[in-house]
């Protein structure tokens, strides 16, 4: 199993400018997400899915999209860059037994991305 | 809907002293718990979790933590610091897999730096 797979590693991107970062997952997880990494803030929840056709906000989800297709897949839309969104973006998932709370979480490496 | 709360940003100890990073939580239901530790520049790594078993939890590398409900605690402690322990540690909550309410929450770290 490759486990959760992220592309690209790093990102730099100019004010306006739009992009998608890559997750996947090769695990049947049902739960996946993305967080955003900023020095002293810990890791924010920016959009979450419990499974495909299902998504929901995390704590930060302005300027963020998500979508979720298959299973495998779950893509984040940047869709006007702004220097704020400079960070490290982290795609997770997990899986519940049926009833239960999630597991815990499988992470991919994580994009650097620069936003100038 | 949950949330955690970790009570130290910074954590400074003497090798071979004991290591005690506080987390908080809160729930609407019976949460999952977990502690992730991540190395300078490195990836999240899972060192132990309460998923509704044994209140205290053993975990890699010496580290252990005990769930308190009354006090809605689960900090990690471990009896003696090793230079190797210095790294960015995270109490994370989930809670009530396959909702679309539910989802896992960091706290926003404790950083543990270990002196000589």
């Known amino acids: 199993n490759a486990g959760v797979t992220q592309t690209p590693k790093f990102q730099v991107l100019k004010t306006g400018q739009s992009m998608t970062l890559q997750c996947a997952q090769d695990m049947n997880h049902e739960y996946m997400s993305w967080y955003r990494q900023d020095p002293g803030m810990g890791l924010r929840l920016i959009h979450y899915?419990?499974?495909?056709?299902?998504?929901d906000q995390g704590e930060v989800p302005n300027g963020y999209n998500v979508s979720r297709s298959t299973t495998e897949d779950f893509p984040l839309r940047l869709l006007s860059a702004a220097p704020s969104q400079t960070s490290v973006y982290f795609c997770a998932s997990s899986y519940a037994p049926r009833g239960g709370n999630f597991n815990e979480q499988f992470f991919g490496p994580g994009t650097r991305l620069t936003v100038l | 809907a949950q949330s955690v709360t970790q009570l130290d940003s910074h954590v400074s100890v003497s090798e071979g002293t004991p290591v005690l990073l506080r987390c908080n939580y809160s729930?609407?239901?019976?949460?999952?718990l977990f502690w992730y530790v991540q190395h300078p520049n490195k990836g999240l790594q899972l060192l132990l979790k309460y998923t509704s078993a044994a209140t205290l939890v053993k975990g890699i590398n010496g580290f252990e933590a005990e769930f308190k409900k009354s006090e809605t605690s689960f900090h990690l402690t471990k009896p003696s610091a090793h230079m190797s322990d210095a790294a960015e540690y995270f109490c994370?909550?989930?809670?009530?897999?396959?909702?679309?309410?539910?989802?896992?929450?960091f706290g926003s770290g404790t950083r543990l730096s270990i002196r000589p």
């Open positions: 994370v909550v989930s809670e009530v897999g396959y909702s679309s309410a539910s989802k896992i929450i």
């Open positions: 729930s609407s239901y019976s949460p999952s």
């Open positions: 899915s419990v499974g495909a056709g299902i998504t």
